[in-house]
């Protein structure tokens, strides 16, 4: 039997990307009967030492890995969901959503001490202006002293802030650490009713030409179609708002269930200035989207609705 020629997949360096590519090459393998090989590429984001916001995030981790897909140096690639521009490009095509990982954050935290356990004064790293707004929003409201400090790096290099005493705690994804088996280090879930998670948090995008056809099917065995409507709806919203994905902007789309059926899904959405001081924080429920245009249809209702409650002002104010 003549053996067929590996499907080449673009994957950016970082130990989370190797991994979450890892487990989408063997699951394409399973598919295609084909092997799979990473083609390692790094991205403007991975060399800038400039944090997120200064940078403008939208793309900084995509774009090296669309140029290849472009060029035919691979043949598709591997996202995480969130760091996408909510534009599609028009010569790629999303092909593949998987199955949604945990959309949570998490806190790595000294003592193993829960968020509302630690210190007064406590400083806490995160390189997300969304995650700076929520948890100074929390802190407020809840009579916590907490000083959020931003940061760059890697996982170890986050998780070793703590670990070094330089960090009383970092807020990280559930997601990446859960690809890279380092769950235990984990001291707190937060509560989506605390902080909600990114659009697409927990998500991963496989993305080819949109000239493919064969590929494009063959990916399309990985979509999980409840995770695509649910991140669909968060991205509409994102869109909306006009906010890139380094903006202060959070939301999930949760599918709710009768036992084993799943009945509505509700979309919530929350943005906020940087230090805790104003939000604006929405949700709509309703039947599950059906097609990708009611996904689309209903992050934009919600949008709509945050900017009449004053939306454009706060992210405004993030922008200065």
Avoid: W
Wanted: hydrophobic share 45%; charged share 25%; net charge negative.
């Amino acid at each position: 039997m003549r053996s067929k020629a590996p499907l080449r997949l673009g994957t950016r360096r970082s130990r989370l990307a190797l991994a979450q590519s890892g487990l989408v090459a063997d699951a394409v393998s399973q598919v295609t009967g084909r092997p799979v090989e990473l083609v390692e590429i790094t991205t403007y984001g991975d060399t800038s030492r400039e944090h997120l916001a200064q940078i403008g995030g939208t793309g900084v981790f995509v774009t090296a890995l669309r140029d290849a897909l472009l060029g035919g140096e691979v043949d598709f690639a591997v996202h995480s969901l969130k760091d996408l521009p909510t534009a599609q490009h028009p010569e790629l095509v999303l092909a593949a959503i998987p199955e949604r990982e945990d959309p949570r954050d998490v806190l790595v935290a000294k003592d193993a001490l829960k968020f509302t356990d630690l210190p007064r004064g406590a400083r806490i790293g995160t390189g997300s202006p969304r995650r700076t707004a929520q948890l100074n929003a929390y802190a407020r409201s809840h009579g916590l002293d907490i000083e959020t400090v931003p940061i760059r790096g890697n996982i170890d290099t986050r998780v070793g802030f703590v670990r070094d005493g330089e960090l009383d705690a970092v807020v990280l994804a559930a997601a990446g650490l859960s690809r890279i088996g380092r769950l235990d280090d984990v001291t707190d879930f937060l509560s989506v009713d605390t902080v909600l998670p990114a659009p697409g948090q927990g998500a991963l995008a496989i993305e080819c030409a949109a000239d493919n056809a064969d590929l494009i099917a063959a990916l399309g065995e990985l979509d999980d179609p409840f995770t695509r409507v649910a991140v669909t709806a968060e991205r509409s919203l994102l869109a909306a708002l006009e906010a890139g994905c380094s903006a202060p902007v959070g939301a999930l789309a949760d599918l709710l269930a009768d036992g084993q059926i799943v009945k509505e899904m509700r979309l919530r959405g929350i943005v906020g200035t940087t230090d805790g001081s104003r939000t604006v924080q929405l949700s709509t429920t309703g039947p599950v989207p059906e097609t990708h245009d009611q996904a689309l249809a209903l992050g934009r209702e919600l949008a709509a609705e945050m900017l009449a409650q004053g939306a454009a002002g706060l992210m405004g104010e993030q922008a200065k």
